[in-house]
Nanobody, 114 residues
Framework: VQLQASGGGLVQAGGSLRLSCLASGSPSPIYKIGWYRQAPGKTREMVATVTSGGTTNVAEAVEGRFTASRDNARNTMTLQMNSLKPEDTALYYC?????????WGQGTQVTVSS
């Protein structure tokens, strides 16, 4: 399974960005797909994940501001990030889990200026 991330960039506080993650190489919709992030000097943390059945898990720090959605037919997951804060600045990693193995995509930088 390969994960291809897109989106990210630089935005002012209060702005919006969208991240997308495409999972390829899986014969069926990957069980879980989502995003983690890692800020400098901090450990990697879960941002949001969505299962193939539609169960969504969103971190408390972003709940109400970030929305996770998934297209099983295209094996993609989109993270709409609104009301961004400087503390959302981090390297965001696409994540996949097929019940056997974890997969990571390349990181994409999200920078929120104050």
């Amino acid at each position: 399974v390969q994960l291809q991330a897109s989106g990210g960039g630089l935005v002012q506080a209060g702005g919006s960005l969208r991240l997308s993650c495409l999972a390829s190489g899986s014969p069926s919709p990957i069980y879980k797909i989502g995003w983690y992030r890692q800020a400098p000097g901090k450990t990697r943390e879960m941002v949001a994940t969505v299962t193939s059945g539609g169960t969504t898990n969103v971190a408390e720090a972003v709940e109400g501001r970030f929305t996770a959605s998934r297209d099983n037919a295209r094996n993609t997951m989109t993270l709409q990030m609104n009301s961004l804060k400087p503390e959302d600045t981090a390297l965001y990693y696409c994540y996949g889990f097929d019940r056997c193995q974890k997969y990571w995509g390349q990181g994409t930088q999200v920078t929120v200026s104050s």
